[in-house]
């Protein structure tokens, strides 16, 4: 009995967001297994239109008065289609209240596909499928860390149709047939049957193969990691399809980044401690655990850029949390639509509870009459109630700070030439304005990072058909008195120095749309690039560096200044002073005593604290105070603006929540 009223229940309790499956399967007081209610709770809402002409026309519930309209809903769903019937024992009250007007029911039911012009009950059901919105191929990544693509076509796809494109693919939604077609744009993908299911396979089990929509897969194959690139980092890891798939595209290339002893390793960093378990176990399960070094808890914005094992890093993808409005209704229910009450009885109390916000043309879910909050759930599975557009605008503004503020660390990398910055959001807030404002950032502007342009991708993105929206991130509002509206680029936070992006620009920029036709969810990625000789400021410091690009250094661990080709500190002249000094008689000498910097004096040629200690970097190594830097890898004018940048970046970060 719990299954129709648990499942009614939450069909029509309001809404506190997450998706249908996140309601049924996070409810911990359900008596029914999960996947009956959410099984009878999506094909019930998916026919639920049709069931109310059928409810009301029959009279059911005013025959009836102890059903409700959403258990009469259930019941005569299980009773006209379900292949068991209703889910009760015999003489159970309710389906003996229901199946007392089984001829009646049916006969509704009969009129109702008749006035949809269906001339059987398969076409009805196609036609209610139709309904259901865009079909999705299921993506199959092979993972070639464990198999070939030949392998899982001679095996796990036995018996499929391989066929030439994606319309064929689309097109075997709901046949006998199963078929396949090799990906033209991502190597090692391959678009399935709609709704086949290989989650009981071996290839499946054994991590040979990986669910993974086409768009996700364009940052790591984008990024094209090379043995030139050395170290790699993913930044925003969880749950590890991307780090699992740079693990892939680096694995037949992996070797040793130029002048280290160990091979090329790819970083992982997951905030979640959580969400890094989940990540751990993708890893180890695709066998990427050798490539992959986990940073599990580890907060990517706090990770030092010139910390020594980050040296070598040449790649980062970024792909951070993003409002996840590419992928909302992923595996949402239709509608559930309930008959109206016949009288002010009890049952006029239940009202249809709208899961789903409408979307206006600008992509901002509206608040409706029966629900005036909007809930947005992002990528992460985290859901925010917003009273308004308003708020949900404001929700926007803060991911896309937190987004820039990712890309801007990653820009800090010494030795970092590339780097994908994805999202799986549909608003240009978080994609175009984004990549605006990182290009016009002072750090990308210092160390000359430039958009990757359309020609220099790898082949499948370059030929990739859907660039970026030059209007999208381009917002009228109203101008003067007379009403002339005017226009202003979205994501400035009220910031005046973030150019347009160029034509060539928005050519490099990489969109995917949910229900074009082309079977994947909404996604943005961009690839930025900066040649190592490139930019007006020397990312490598002010010193001199060997073949390797590490500094050179005396016996006492002095560096030499390029600018000069003196060293930072000459000890010897130092002490020559001192000793003239001590020969006039001087009572405080220069510097007290060069064995121990660290003594309590107030001289010295390195910044000391207000205690009077001396201030080091975080290698050790002391701070100059002339400006000539601190005696490590990192210029003083690095620091200084990087300094800058990070005040800027508290300024319009104020924190984000996920
Ligand atoms: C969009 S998801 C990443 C999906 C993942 N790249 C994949 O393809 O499987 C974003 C992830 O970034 C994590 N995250 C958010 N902020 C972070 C930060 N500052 N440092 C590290 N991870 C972060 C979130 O916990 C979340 O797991």
Same mark, same amino acid.
């Not at 070939?148 to 693919?169: K, M, N, S, Y």
């Not at 808890?297 to 070598?312: M, R, S």
């Not at 943005?524 to 020397?538: E, K, P």
């Given at each position: 009995m719990s299954l129709y009223y648990e499942t009614a229940a939450i069909l029509t309790r309001p809404s506190t967001g997450g998706s249908l499956k996140t309601r049924i399967y996070g409810n911990k007081s359900l008596k029914s297994p999960p996947a009956q209610v959410y099984a009878l709770a999506f094909e019930s809402s998916k026919w639920s239109a049709i069931l109310k002409e059928v409810v009301e026309n029959s009279q059911l519930l005013q025959h009836e008065r102890k059903?409700?309209?959403?258990?009469?809903?259930?019941?005569?769903? &299980?009773?006209? #289609? $379900?292949?068991?019937?209703?889910?009760?024992?015999?003489?159970? @009250?309710?389906?003996?209240?229901?199946?007392?007007?089984?001829?009646?029911?049916?006969a509704e039911f009969t009129k109702a596909r008749i006035r949809r012009k269906c001339p059987t009950l398969d076409a009805l059901k196609a036609a209610v499928e139709a309904q259901l919105g865009p079909v999705h191929p299921r993506w199959v990544r092979v993972n070639v860390i464990k198999t070939?693509? &030949?392998?899982? #076509? $001679?095996?796990?796809?036995?018996?499929?149709?391989?066929?030439? @494109?994606?319309?064929?693919?689309i097109a075997s939604a709901g046949m006998e047939k199963k078929v396949l077609c090799l990906d033209p744009h991502v190597p090692n993908l391959l678009a399935v049957s709609p709704g086949v299911d290989l989650t009981k396979t071996d290839a499946y089990k054994a991590g040979e193969i990986i669910l993974q929509d086409k768009a996700s897969c364009f940052p790591a194959y984008l990024l094209d990691p090379r043995t030139e690139d050395g170290d790699i980092i993913d930044a925003c890891s969880a749950p590890g399809n991307k780090t699992t798939h740079l693990a892939a595209v680096l694995h037949p290339r992996r070797g040793f980044a130029a002048g280290q002893k160990r091979k090329q390793r790819i970083f992982a960093f997951e905030k979640d401690p959580e969400r890094a378990k989940t990540l751990e176990k993708m890893v180890a399960m695709a066998g990427a655990d050798r490539d992959v070094v986990i940073r599990g808890?580890?907060?990517?914005?706090?990770?030092?850029?010139?910390?020594?094992?980050?040296?070598?890093v040449g790649a980062l993808l970024l792909d951070p949390s993003c409002s996840g409005t590419g992928i909302v209704g992923r595996d949402d229910a239709p509608e559930f639509h309930l008959p109206s009450v016949p009288s002010q009885g009890k049952n006029a109390k239940s009202n249809p509870k709208k899961r789903k916000h409408q979307t206006t043309a600008s992509g901002f879910p509206q608040p409706s009459s029966s629900n005036p909050n909007i809930t947005v759930a992002d990528d992460n599975g985290n859901t925010t109630v917003l009273s308004s557009p308003a708020t949900f605008k404001a929700r926007l503004a803060s991911l896309a700070a937190f987004q820039l503020a990712i890309i801007q660390h990653a820009m800090k990398f010494?030795?970092?030439t590339k780097i994908t910055y994805s999202t799986c959001s549909i608003h240009a807030a978080e994609n175009e304005a984004v990549v605006a404002a990182a290009v016009s950032s002072p750090i990308a502007r210092a160390r000359g990072w430039r958009v990757l342009r359309r020609e220099e991708m790898v082949r499948g993105m370059k030929e990739w058909p859907v660039r970026g929206d030059k209007d999208a991130y381009i917002e009228e509002v109203e101008g003067n008195e007379r009403g002339e509206k005017r226009v202003k680029q979205i994501g400035t936070g009220g910031k005046k120095d973030i150019r347009r992006l160029t034509d060539e620009e928005i050519e490099a920029c990489i969109r995917t749309v949910r229900g074009d036709g082309k079977g994947t969810?909404?996604?943005?990625?961009?690839?930025?690039?900066?040649?190592?000789?490139?930019?007006?400021?020397?990312?490598?410091?002010?010193?001199?560096r060997d073949e390797n690009g590490r500094i050179i250094r005396d016996e006492n661990g002095i560096?030499?200044?390029?600018?000069?080709?003196?060293?930072?500190?000459?000890?010897?002249?130092?002490?020559?002073?001192?000793?003239?000094?001590?020969?006039?008689?001087?009572?405080?000498?220069?510097?007290?005593?060069?064995?121990?910097?660290?003594?309590?004096d107030g001289e010295g040629p390195f910044l000391r604290d207000e205690h009077g200690r001396i201030v080091r970097g975080q290698d050790g190594m002391p701070v100059l105070k002339q400006g000539a830097g601190r005696g490590n890898d990192d210029g003083g004018r690095e620091d200084d603006e990087d300094d800058k940048d990070d005040e800027e970046e508290e300024d319009e970060w104020d924190g984000f929540d996920d």
């Open positions: 059903l409700t309209p959403a258990v009469a809903i259930l019941l005569v769903h &299980d009773l006209l #289609l $379900a292949k068991k019937g209703i889910s009760l024992p015999p003489s159970h @009250g309710l389906r003996v209240a229901v199946e007392r007007h089984k001829a009646r029911l049916q070939t693509v &030949d392998d899982q #076509l $001679a095996t796990t796809f036995r018996g499929f149709e391989v066929v030439p @494109g994606i319309d064929e693919v808890g580890q907060d990517f914005l706090k990770v030092d850029p010139y910390a020594p094992e980050y040296a070598h010494p030795a970092a969810m909404g996604f943005f990625v961009a690839c930025f690039v900066r040649d190592r000789d490139s930019g007006d400021n020397d990312d490598d410091g002010p010193y001199l560096p030499t200044l390029k600018a000069t080709g003196q060293k930072a500190v000459d000890f010897e002249a130092l002490r020559r002073a001192r000793e003239e000094e001590e020969d006039d008689g001087e009572e405080e000498p220069m510097i007290k005593s060069l064995s121990n910097p660290d003594d309590d």
